[in-house]
């Protein structure tokens, strides 16, 4: 069980620094291209914020219902074989 939460740490930080970066290389490219470009850069950047129901506001729900479903399933496995 331990072994899946880490598992499932590593994947929350790899989507953490995979947002935030994705968020720096929009914006630098957003600022060198300009006009129209930036317009739909900064359009993108604002659904992946935390604001205005992006992508990031998510975050937590997708963290509880993962933690959740572990656990659910722990349970599961657990009752599963005392039946008879």
Partial sequence: MFE????LGYGIIVFAI???????V????????G???NTTVQYLLT???ST???LASWT???IAIAVGLLFLGAFMVGKGGSRR
């Fill in 26 to 33: 929009l914006n630098a490219f957003g600022n060198a291209t």
């Fill in 60 to 62: 937590p729900a997708i």
């Fill in 35 to 37: 006009g129209t470009a």
């Fill in 18 to 24: 995979l947002l935030g970066v994705g968020s720096i």
């Fill in 47 to 49: 659904q992946l914020g």
């Fill in 4 to 7: 899946q939460l880490t598992a």
């Fill in 52 to 54: 205005g129901g992006g």
